[in-house]
């Protein structure tokens, strides 16, 4: 039931970024460019994210517990620390180089643009680049 929901979830959400134009880079760029050929459409995609979840949230956390988990799993940290700040940063600028993040490119892959594979991989890169630096601090992994 777990492996279908997530199939049912991720579908609807790549469709909807596929529907919306977000697989399309030119267009996320198109709304940083706002000397240029400025694309105000991306403030509706986020506007439209940010009123379903507002509304999701107030429904669904009205439950005991989530219909195929055990309790919620929500977010406990609230600091605003280097690595949150970090982090945030190197997001928008890969996100305003390249104009994909990972939510839509994830879709694009379907397009079967060689750029789309191409980030995908170098966003796979950094995971284990990040994941990697964090256990070493941490002295977690397999050389700790």
Do not use: H
């Not at 399309?24 to 760029?29: D, F, G, Q």
């Not at 940063?89 to 993040?101: D, E, L, S």
Request: hydrophobic share 55%; net charge positive.
């Amino acid at each position: 039931m777990r492996i279908l929901s997530a199939f049912i979830v991720g579908l609807i959400f790549g469709v909807g970024i596929a529907v919306s134009g977000m697989i399309n880079p030119a267009k996320v760029l198109n709304f940083f460019d706002i000397a240029g050929t400025w694309d105000p459409s991306l403030i509706f995609v986020m506007g439209g994210a940010l009123v379903t979840t507002f509304i999701g949230y107030r429904l669904v956390l009205r439950r005991d517990k989530p219909v195929i988990e055990e309790k919620f799993q929500l977010p406990t940290a609230s600091a605003i620390d280097a690595r949150l700040i970090g982090g945030s940063a190197v997001f928008g600028i890969g996100w305003g180089i390249a104009g994909f993040c990972p939510g839509a490119a994830i879709p694009a892959l379907g397009s079967g643009k060689i750029e789309v594979a191409g980030f995908v991989a170098a966003l796979l890169a950094g995971l284990w680049v990040a994941r990697t630096i964090r256990d070493r601090q941490t002295g977690k992994g397999a050389l700790a």
